[in-house]
């Protein structure tokens, strides 16, 4: 990771906060006008009119530029009819997930495209998702906005990271890497460590050099930044007690922000309860500040945990959750494939993406965190054998192979 100054960081922390224009504002002023939007979690019926209406531009958008989603749109009821409010999202088409692992799609052109990220490691099947200047930069806006709301964005004081990821190398391309490397610009870096050391041929997972980050952690005094894999986290903290080493009192202003599942490790996996309390028996870090947040390549928006600990759906996005047989909208408390929907994309036909976690969305108040946006709790994965992810590819590092 590359040093810069801590003033600069701080303005680098400030500038994914700034304005970011849609590339057509004739034709995507609803999508403009959408994600300027500031807060984080806001609702209301003129909001649903306006997330409806960017809808629409985000479909007319792609139905012109890409052949693929032109066809799937005008085979749809949903094309004869535009939105009218939210309640008519679950007539919309959408893409599965999974589609994105066998085709390059991109409603854009070639010289436009900014970044190319993918889904997992050089084995098994990835999604190849293509990022324009907008979607890029308006889904780390996304990020920073929610940051920013819990108080996490910008501190001044320089803060030691754990990265629960790949160390970087030339070509590497992982969506999860992409972003816990931006969001160490969230606050200025003292030094960062990785959980998955490259070693000239491969990434291998270093439990001791964890450990040894840790314990020198705790003892500079500084803030500490942990982020990306759970695993990685829970497999550090059972070395440290298989050591014999004593708990350690990380600054209680530390925080702990997880970004992908268990997948292959899951006879291994520990409850969120259970990881959490030992994160802060072991580590002294406060329960709220240890935080899951969800989200994936093919859909880039961040459903991060609430003080209590539930995915709450932000302003510009929505969530239906279909039935596994019929496919059929299902209501709340009901377990089913999670739909994601945002017009946050301009560069890939992703704007309703089918995915193949299973889940439930629940209504605001049975939270109780104050939050007026639903949540959703994740239950499982459909065909692990067939979907894999950042997750599962990293998980094998911990049976021996590298990527």
Not at 2 to 27: C, E, F, G
Not at 67 to 95: N, T
Not at 211 to 236: C, D, K, M, N, Q
Not at 369 to 386: E, Q
Request: charged residues 20%.
């Amino acid at each position: 990771m590359s040093t810069v100054s801590q003033s600069a960081q701080v303005s680098l922390a400030a500038r994914y906060l700034d304005p970011v224009q849609v590339p057509d504002p004739a034709a995507l002023g609803h999508v403009q006008q959408l994600f300027d939007l500031a807060e984080p979690y806001l609702v209301g019926p003129e909001l649903d009119e306006l997330f409806a209406q960017a809808m629409n531009e985000s479909n007319a958008w792609h139905a012109a530029r890409s052949p693929f989603f032109g066809k799937l749109w005008e085979s749809s009821g949903a094309a004869k009819r535009p939105l009218e409010s939210a309640a008519d999202l679950a007539r919309l088409p959408f893409v599965h997930a999974n589609f994105f692992k066998a085709h390059e799609i991109v409603s854009i052109p070639e010289e436009d495209v900014k970044i190319h990220l993918t889904s997992s490691g050089t084995t098994g099947q990835k999604s190849q998702m293509f990022f324009d200047d907008w979607t890029l930069r308006n889904g780390q806006r996304i990020v920073a906005r929610i940051f920013d709301s819990y108080g996490w964005l910008g501190e001044d004081e320089p803060v030691n990271y754990l990265l629960s990821n790949y160390q970087p190398r030339p070509g590497l391309n992982l969506g999860t890497s992409f972003t816990d490397e931006y969001l160490c610009h969230f606050a200025p870096v003292r030094s960062a460590e990785y959980a998955l050391k490259h070693t000239g041929s491969g990434h291998e997972f270093d439990p001791f050099g964890c450990v040894r980050a840790l314990l020198r952690f705790a003892e500079e005094g500084a803030p500490v930044r942990i982020l990306g894999f759970p695993a990685f986290l829970s497999f550090t903290l059972d070395r440290m007690r298989e050591l014999g080493l004593p708990p350690v009192t990380l600054d209680p202003r530390s925080l702990v922000v997880f970004g992908g599942g268990w997948k292959a490790n899951a006879d291994k996996q520990v409850t969120k309860p259970e990881l959490y309390r030992r994160i802060h028996e072991q580590l002294g870090i406060p329960d709220e500040r240890i935080r899951d947040g969800f989200g994936a390549v093919e859909h880039s928006v961040l459903y991060m945990e609430c003080a209590n600990h539930r995915l709450h759906v932000p302003t510009w996005s929505r969530m239906l959750v279909r039935d596994v047989r019929t496919l059929q909208p299902l209501g709340y408390g009901e377990r089913g494939y999670a739909q994601f929907i945002s017009p946050y994309i301009t560069s890939v036909p992703a704007q309703s993406v089918l995915m193949g976690d299973l889940v439930s969305q629940h209504a605001p108040e049975e939270c109780g965190c104050g939050l007026p946006t639903p949540w959703f709790a994740v239950h499982g994965r459909a065909a692990l054998s067939r979907n894999r992810s950042c997750a599962i590819a990293a998980a094998e590092l911990l049976k021996g192979k590298t990527s």
